[in-house]
């Protein structure tokens, strides 16, 4: 059965130190792969995502995520936090011919340091 | 682009009677759209797909009976919560995609307090 790892459950950082947020999936081939970040009482948002190609994708609000094969991860990263970055962040994996099964991780729930 | 709405942010409603909550794409045309519900400190647990013009699929251990879901048109999707209990609060959650490959959009959520 397809899965996903966000191995920490929370994490605290400095604001203007820089993040790494861990996601690994299993899954026999290369899914589709998202983040998306959920502040308080909301919903969620569309952070960036991987279908192919490059594997070193940016998204909004300066977070990039690079999805290895060999390592079936797909990392969050942002090399300067702000103090706007708290919130809880949700990896999730499609699998390529069902696009309709969503497989999110449990999340993690990044605090910044002023 | 690509704002989906969800309505209404916050109800509380008391133990046997029915809740509505309505999930419009406000931008885009939805085929399909989904509805999750969120534990706390618990990551998002789909409960059904919702298909244009069609019955809902639920998942597994998902009252249908209890879980109504309606998708009457290309931008609205409703979920009633009937004969509603205080296990049923929760924080139940939307989303939409305009397209077979697209990513899912989600609406800001609706916290449900059965009382």
């Known amino acids: 059965a397809q899965s996903v790892t966000q191995p920490d459950i929370h994490i605290t950082v400095s604001e203007g130190a820089s993040l790494e947020l861990r996601c690994n999936y299993s899954y026999g081939a290369t899914p589709y792969l998202f983040w998306y970040v959920q502040s308080p009482g909301q919903g969620l948002q569309l952070l960036l995502k991987y279908f192919s190609g490059d594997t070193l994708v940016q998204g909004i609000k300066g977070f990039e995520a690079e999805f290895k094969r060999s390592q079936s991860s797909f990392n969050l990263r942002k090399p300067s936090v702000h103090w706007s970055d708290a919130a809880e962040y949700f990896c999730?994996?499609?699998?390529?011919?069902?696009?309709?099964?969503?497989?999110f991780g449990s999340g993690t729930k990044l605090n910044v340091k002023p | 682009g690509a704002v989906v709405s969800q309505h209404p942010s916050r109800v509380i409603c008391k133990s046997g009677t029915s809740v509505k909550i309505e999930c419009r794409s406000l931008?885009?045309?939805?085929?399909?759209m989904f509805w999750y519900r969120q534990f706390p400190k618990k990551s998002l647990m789909l409960m059904a797909t919702s298909n244009e013009g069609s019955k809902a699929t639920y998942e597994q251990g998902v009252e249908k009976d209890k879980f109504l879901i309606n998708h009457a048109s290309l931008t609205l999707s409703t979920l009633t919560v009937t004969s509603a209990h205080p296990e049923d609060s929760s924080f139940y959650i939307c989303?939409?995609?305009?397209?077979?490959?697209?990513?899912?959009?989600f609406g800001n959520g609706t916290r449900l307090t059965v009382t």
């Open positions: 931008d885009f045309q939805a085929t399909t």
């Open positions: 989303s939409a995609r305009e397209s077979q490959n697209s990513p899912l959009h």
């Open positions: 999730a994996v499609v699998v390529r011919h069902n696009f309709n099964k969503f497989y």
